[in-house]
């Protein structure tokens, strides 16, 4: 089930999109055949970095609040939600 953001801050709102637009880019396989995408993959480890470096920006002071842990289980959580969707 989705949930509408109902913030009024702006730079959370900007961030939160951004790290919905990288999530939803994920593929279910790997690029290197026809197995699901696992953490030692390219497509795995880019996702993490990106979006451990996408940074919240409060006048002009980036914070970057993603960690290691929380991009690995954010990644984890993607793809157990798209692949629990059903197929139509």
Do not use: C
């Given at each position: 089930?989705?949930t509408q953001?109902?913030?009024?801050?702006?730079v959370?709102?900007?961030w939160?999109?951004?790290?919905?637009?990288?999530?939803?880019?994920?593929?279910?396989?790997?690029?290197?055949?026809?197995m699901?995408?696992?953490?030692?993959?390219?497509?795995w480890?880019?996702?993490?970095?990106r979006?451990?470096?996408l940074?919240m920006?409060?006048?002009?002071?980036?914070?970057?609040?993603?960690?290691?842990?929380?991009?690995?289980k954010?990644?984890?959580?993607?793809?157990e939600?798209a692949?629990?969707?059903?197929?139509?």
């Amino acid at each position: 089930m989705k949930t509408q953001i109902r913030s009024d801050s702006e730079v959370f709102n900007q961030w939160a999109d951004k790290v919905q637009k990288i999530l939803s880019q994920v593929p279910l396989i790997s690029a290197n055949g026809h197995m699901p995408l696992e953490y030692g993959d390219d497509e795995w480890q880019s996702t993490m970095k990106r979006l451990q470096q996408l940074p919240m920006r409060f006048a002009d002071v980036p914070i970057y609040p993603i960690n290691e842990t929380i991009a690995n289980k954010l990644i984890e959580d993607q793809l157990e939600g798209a692949n629990d969707k059903p197929d139509y």
